[in-house]
């Protein structure tokens, strides 16, 4: 009888241990990415600067790279020269744009290097397009395939070298991104 | 203080937007309810009704429209969990692993209560017989019924 007892605990308190193994094995405040491989959501956003609108379906054909950012977001002011730099570095393999959330077009202007023309950026009313694509925060940058499959997204600040790695990985047919895809 | 005041003129400032303008009272209700089930990803735990912050406004605009737009409250919850996942949501589904989350608190309270039972009834007849001699020495011996002494000894091992 004691026996059964003991046994009983000893279930209970395995129960416990792997319910509070699976929660303190992940970072709680990770927002999961759940539109990897699926479509990306289509969007029709304006060009901050000619005023032009952009639809994903305009973009159809090459890889896209989008970026979202605000001017009140420091980490996007340290990012925003690396893909300036990716833009102009890999014109060739895709076409990279910024979107703006929740900001003013007034101070997204006075950002970095917003009117640069091989990275434009777009302008989102009311973020409607960030909420369809999942976004938690600035900043953070989506990475779609050349058929407008999303195939994964960095959050926070991208260096030069994940940059460089993630679009080597979006020239290749639906292979799986690296570990750190989130 | 009138630096600083230049200061936060000058720099970019967070723009804050109002919430887009709200429908009618009953579909209004609805929003304000479904936003209370969603998390906000840039929070601590807080919903996306009860946050200050511009994501969280933003996702508020998004149920308002699909409210405007007649999708039901289960479509409004999958819009968002196929986006941020079951994360998004502040009370998980009764379902798969989630289920132990609401079963378990259960489960200990109803152990936990089979194990106090279970210890008093243990304790009943061998300390009964005790506290009665010791209260009252007036009453009967104790019956011996070797089978019921057998099931006794059989309780106290």
Redesign the interface.
Known sequence: ?KWG?GL?LAA?AG??LF?LA?GFGRDP?E?????KGKLAPAFTLRRLDTGAPVTLADLKGKPVVLNFW???CAPCKLEHPVLAWGARRFAGDAQFYGVVF???EE?AR??ATPLDPSFPQLIDE???M????????VPETYFIDAAGVLRGKFVGPIDARTLAQRLAELQQPQAPLSAVSR | MSGLVVALLLA????Q?AG?TPLDPAREARVQALGKQLRC??C?GLSIADSGS??AR??M??VR?LVAAGQTDEQIRTYF???????ALLEPPAQG?NL??WI?PGL?LL?GLL?IA?VVARRGPGAAPAEAAGASGAQAPPEVDPYLEAVRAELR?
């Open positions: 009888m007892l009983l209970v129960v416990l319910v699976r405040h927002v999961p990415f759940m539109l605000a001017s009140w929740e900001d003013t101070n006075g950002f009311r973020s409607r960030a909420v369809d694509y999942g976004v938690s925060g | 970019g400032y967070a723009p937007q887009s990803p840039m601590q511009s994501a933003a996702q605009d998004k429209e969990v196929s986006r941020y996942g079951e994360w692993m132990l989350v378990l200990l152990l194990a279970r091992r």
